[in-house]
Nanobody, 112 residues
């Protein structure tokens, strides 16, 4: 059974940084397409960043240059480093494996 556990969310001031972690069990993250998605109130869930098994990454235009997705194969963990945070980044952030398995999400709130 695949389980993805996100952590690292919280309240941060605009301009600040936060690192989210997604720890996988029942799955080898490095062999799958791992993604971070987010959903703000009243909006659809959207892709934030994705990393393939080959290590290729892609990002939503809204976060390019500010967010970085990476993974630690030894820890079977995927990270999302978020810098220069803006209030519009406020959302629940979800980790996904192949858009099939999902974590429960972690709230990120960016205040002015």
């Amino acid at each position: 059974q695949v389980q993805l556990l996100e952590s690292g969310g919280g309240l941060v001031q605009a301009g600040g940084s936060r690192r989210l972690s997604c720890s996988g069990s029942g799955i080898i993250c490095s062999r799958n397409v791992m993604g971070w998605y987010r959903q703000a109130p009243g909006k659809q869930r959207e892709l934030v960043a994705r990393i393939t098994n080959g290590g290729n990454t892609n990002y939503a235009d809204s976060v390019k240059g500010r967010f970085t997705i990476s993974r630690d194969n030894d820890k079977n963990t995927v990270y999302l480093q978020m810098n220069s945070l803006k209030p519009e980044d406020t959302a629940v952030y979800y980790c996904s494996a192949n858009t099939v398995s999902w974590g429960q999400g972690t709230q990120v709130t960016v205040s002015l």
